[in-house]
């Protein structure tokens, strides 16, 4: 099977797959796809646990093999979600796989909904990055070894220069299909931050702007993003901390 760069039209693809037996402890298998387009390839199994001889299955990435231009198929039971770093890191015992490349059908990444108290009220940060042409909240990718909470602390730092704090009890689940199959869920925390003083990341960044929720729901134009939006309103105003 050849190589192809990106989105890759066998992300997603529905299969079943046939166990060969167990590479890793860690939950990687070995073994090979018994219909569909890919009928009689190899492929490395992830799984939370051993599977089934024969069982249902999704492709969920795909990776080269180094310096060739031959793809290796990763699948999971139906029911098993990875994200891309766990995938690398379960992967990475596996010689044969440029891991560097890996196309995923799970993405996740962390951001928060920043806001700052101004002398006239609270104030929501809403930045607008190089791959969009829409005000959105920072946020960025999972990286090895981050939970949650350190990823969108990490991308708030870099693409704004704020240090925050993140608020306990608040966290929203946003997912949405970006483009094509790959399937993406960002998790949104809120976070304060004592000033108003942004230094963007030029490379990733094009502009930001500090709004009034009132401004920020005219702002946003996804129907995701302005349910977090209401959510963290309707979160500050609960625990009295909210300044028109």
Avoid at 68 to 91: H, S, T
Avoid at 157 to 169: A, F, Q, R
Avoid at 174 to 199: M, N, W
């Amino acid at each position: 099977m050849k190589w192809k760069e990106g989105n890759d039209p066998m992300l997603g693809t529905h299969a079943t797959a046939a166990l060969y037996g167990q590479i890793s402890r860690r939950g990687v298998y070995s073994g090979y796809l018994c219909n569909g387009p890919a009928k009689g390839k190899p492929a490395y199994i992830l799984a939370s646990k051993t599977p089934c001889e024969q069982f249902d299955c999704t492709v969920i990435a795909l990776a080269p093999q180094p310096g060739g231009k031959e793809v290796k198929i990763i699948v999971a039971p139906e029911n098993d979600i990875f994200y891309e770093p766990q995938i690398r890191e379960k992967l990475k015992i596996v010689r044969n796989l440029d891991i560097s490349r890996l196309s995923c059908l799970y993405e996740k990444s962390c951001g928060a909904v920043v806001f700052y108290r101004s002398a006239q009220g609270i104030r929501i940060l809403l930045v607008k990055n190089h791959n969009g042409k829409y005000w959105s909240f920072p946020k960025g990718h999972v990286e090895k070894g981050e939970n949650e909470k350190e990823t969108a602390l990490r991308e708030i730092k870099e693409e704004t220069g704020l240090s925050v704090n993140i608020y306990e009890n608040y966290r929203q689940i946003s997912d949405y299909c970006p483009f094509g199959k790959i399937k993406k869920r960002v998790i949104f925390f809120l976070a304060e931050t004592p000033t108003d003083q942004v230094h963007i990341q030029h490379d990733e960044i094009d502009s930001y702007v500090w709004a009034s929720f009132a401004q920020a729901q005219k702002m946003c134009s996804y129907e995701n993003d302005l349910r977090v939006l209401e959510t963290a309103r309707r979160y500050l105003e609960a625990n009295s901390k909210v300044q028109e």
